[in-house]
Protein backbone atom coordinates (compact mmCIF):
# COMPACT_ATOMS: atom_id res chain seq x y z
CA UNK A 1 0.00 0.00 0.00
CA UNK A 2 1.48 3.88 -0.78
CA UNK A 3 0.87 6.31 1.36
CA UNK A 4 -0.04 9.71 0.59
CA UNK A 5 2.38 12.65 1.06
CA UNK A 6 -0.75 14.58 2.67
CA UNK A 7 -0.64 10.67 4.92
CA UNK A 8 2.65 11.13 5.82
CA UNK A 9 2.94 14.65 6.90
CA UNK A 10 0.01 13.61 9.28
CA UNK A 11 1.81 10.93 10.74
CA UNK A 12 5.12 12.58 10.65
CA UNK A 13 3.16 15.34 12.61
CA UNK A 14 1.51 12.89 15.50
CA UNK A 15 4.96 11.74 15.86
CA UNK A 16 6.40 14.66 17.08
CA UNK A 17 3.38 15.60 18.86
CA UNK A 18 3.48 11.66 20.40
CA UNK A 19 7.61 12.95 20.67
CA UNK A 20 6.75 16.63 22.54
CA UNK A 21 4.09 14.87 25.38
CA UNK A 22 6.77 12.41 26.25
CA UNK A 23 8.96 14.74 27.25
CA UNK A 24 6.63 17.07 28.98
CA UNK A 25 5.77 13.69 31.51
CA UNK A 26 6.52 14.30 35.09
CA UNK A 27 7.21 18.03 34.61
CA UNK A 28 5.80 20.27 37.20
CA UNK A 29 3.12 22.90 36.41
CA UNK A 30 4.67 25.41 37.27
CA UNK A 31 7.80 24.70 34.85
CA UNK A 32 5.39 23.26 32.26
CA UNK A 33 5.33 26.54 29.81
CA UNK A 34 9.17 26.71 29.97
CA UNK A 35 10.07 23.19 29.56
CA UNK A 36 7.78 23.44 26.45
CA UNK A 37 9.55 26.08 25.02
CA UNK A 38 12.72 23.86 25.52
CA UNK A 39 11.35 20.78 23.83
CA UNK A 40 9.68 23.22 20.85
CA UNK A 41 13.49 24.55 20.62
CA UNK A 42 15.01 21.58 20.13
CA UNK A 43 12.20 20.10 18.04
CA UNK A 44 12.60 22.89 15.71
CA UNK A 45 16.43 23.03 15.69
CA UNK A 46 16.52 26.74 16.85
CA UNK A 47 18.79 28.17 19.78
CA UNK A 48 14.66 29.93 21.65
CA UNK A 49 11.57 29.84 21.52
CA UNK A 50 8.10 31.71 22.72
CA UNK A 51 4.67 30.89 24.01
CA UNK A 52 1.81 33.24 23.64
CA UNK A 53 -1.84 33.11 24.12
CA UNK A 54 -3.11 34.65 21.76
CA UNK A 55 -7.13 35.57 22.05
CA UNK A 56 -9.22 37.40 20.17
CA UNK A 57 -9.92 40.81 21.79
CA UNK A 58 -7.51 40.07 23.96
CA UNK A 59 -4.15 41.01 24.93
CA UNK A 60 -1.92 38.89 24.07
CA UNK A 61 -0.32 36.62 27.06
CA UNK A 62 3.36 35.69 26.96
CA UNK A 63 3.67 32.11 28.85
CA UNK A 64 7.66 31.49 28.56
CA UNK A 65 10.41 32.06 27.04
CA UNK A 66 13.69 30.12 26.65
CA UNK A 67 16.23 32.76 27.47
CA UNK A 68 16.65 36.69 26.95
CA UNK A 69 16.55 37.14 23.10
CA UNK A 70 13.16 35.70 23.38
CA UNK A 71 11.87 37.39 26.34
CA UNK A 72 13.13 40.17 24.11
CA UNK A 73 10.79 38.87 21.22
CA UNK A 74 7.85 38.23 23.43
CA UNK A 75 7.79 41.62 24.59
CA UNK A 76 8.45 43.11 20.92
CA UNK A 77 5.42 41.18 19.86
CA UNK A 78 2.94 42.07 22.60
CA UNK A 79 3.81 45.62 21.90
CA UNK A 80 3.98 45.53 18.05
CA UNK A 81 1.22 43.04 18.19
CA UNK A 82 2.79 41.41 14.90
CA UNK A 83 5.62 39.14 14.98
CA UNK A 84 6.22 34.70 14.49
CA UNK A 85 3.64 33.87 17.68
CA UNK A 86 1.16 36.30 16.12
CA UNK A 87 1.93 35.34 12.61
CA UNK A 88 1.14 31.47 13.39
CA UNK A 89 -2.21 32.39 14.94
CA UNK A 90 -3.36 34.39 12.27
CA UNK A 91 -2.13 31.91 9.73
CA UNK A 92 -2.94 28.04 11.84
CA UNK A 93 0.68 27.23 10.55
CA UNK A 94 3.60 26.96 12.49
CA UNK A 95 6.31 29.94 11.80
CA UNK A 96 10.05 29.23 12.14
CA UNK A 97 12.38 31.49 11.40
CA UNK A 98 15.74 30.26 11.89
CA UNK A 99 18.14 33.32 12.08
CA UNK A 100 16.26 36.76 12.77
CA UNK A 101 20.16 38.74 13.00
CA UNK A 102 20.65 37.82 10.15
CA UNK A 103 17.24 38.47 8.06
CA UNK A 104 17.29 41.96 6.49
CA UNK A 105 14.38 44.04 7.40
CA UNK A 106 12.73 44.06 4.34
CA UNK A 107 12.36 40.05 3.87
CA UNK A 108 9.15 38.84 4.88
CA UNK A 109 9.37 35.47 3.07
CA UNK A 110 8.64 33.55 6.50
CA UNK A 111 7.45 36.31 8.60
CA UNK A 112 4.87 38.63 6.64
CA UNK A 113 5.44 41.49 9.61
CA UNK A 114 8.43 44.09 8.74
CA UNK A 115 7.76 46.33 11.74
CA UNK A 116 8.78 43.48 13.71
CA UNK A 117 11.13 42.33 11.67
CA UNK A 118 12.97 45.61 11.33
CA UNK A 119 13.11 45.85 14.95
CA UNK A 120 14.25 42.72 15.20
CA UNK A 121 17.25 42.87 13.00
CA UNK A 122 18.46 46.44 14.51
CA UNK A 123 18.42 44.58 18.17
CA UNK A 124 20.38 41.37 16.84
Given at each position: MHESGQEHTTRASAGRRMRILARLVDVPDDALFGRLGEVCAAETGTSGAGIMVVVRDAPRLSL???NATGALIERLQRELGEGPCVDAH????????PDLAAAPPDRSNTMRTTTFTAYSWQLG
Open positions: AATDRQVPVIE
